[in-house]
């Protein structure tokens, strides 16, 4: 399940099987919140789904949102919060370390990974808890707060990104690549269209997502 936004405060939200590479349900919202998630999950089992598992990024409050079904964090979502804190081409001996880390990660188990992490975070904890003086503010802080904000990233999700794994029976897929196809051709359907009114998109979004 995932989000595809077409201007601010417009997006579709989307649940697709992956058995059956069919979207089941999709609703419009303004913003995408834990609620509109457990909204849309209610609704699917209240019609008879049977939720084996759930692939998703990583928002804050998914992961245990809904009780005892597996959670699959999205391995490419993951990738992407790590690249957005170092960059492509990190300059730190460090950012390139994790870089090349954090690009494994597909080809790694949950041990594998965590014991690289760790061995990673031991080789580079002193220079992580540097700290810069401001002369402005008077305050003192990590001097290497993105390299920080990357690797807690990591740690926090650890527990979640190798669900596809470790159930193995239930074939769930390790990102939401099946519905990143589907999100890139509305965008480009609709800067076709840009013109539309909204209510005219929206029945472009729902031939699409109903095939």
């Not at 069919?22 to 995408?32: A, D, L, T």
């Not at 509109?36 to 992961?63: A, P, T």
Request: aromatic share 14%; glycine share 6%; hydrophobic share 35%.
């Amino acid at each position: 399940m995932d989000t595809c936004y077409f201007k601010w405060g417009f997006g579709v939200m989307v649940f697709r099987d992956q058995r059956m590479k069919k979207n089941v349900y999709w609703k419009y919202i303004r913003h995408e919140t834990l609620e509109e998630y457990r909204s849309g999950i209610n609704h699917l089992l209240s019609n008879g789904l049977h939720i084996e598992g759930i692939v998703c990024d990583g928002k804050r409050g998914l992961f245990t949102a809904f009780g005892n079904i597996p959670v699959q964090m999205c391995q490419f979502h993951q990738v992407a919060i790590v690249t957005r804190y170092i960059t492509r081409n990190p300059k730190l001996t460090a950012g390139m370390e994790l870089k090349i880390l954090t690009y494994n990660l597909t080809r790694s188990t949950r041990v594998e990974f965590a014991d690289q992490l760790n061995a990673w975070h031991n080789r580079w904890e002193k220079f992580l808890n540097e700290k810069s003086y401001n002369k402005e503010n008077k305050k003192w802080s990590y001097t290497h707060r993105r390299l920080r904000s990357a690797y807690r990233s990591l740690k926090t999700n650890m527990e979640y990104l190798f669900a596809y794994l470790e159930y193995p029976d239930l074939g769930i897929p390790n990102t939401t690549n099946s519905l990143e196809g589907k999100f890139s051709r509305l965008k480009t359907k609709l800067r076709v269209h840009s013109g539309l009114k909204e209510w005219r998109k929206r029945r472009i979004i729902d031939e699409i997502l109903s095939k």
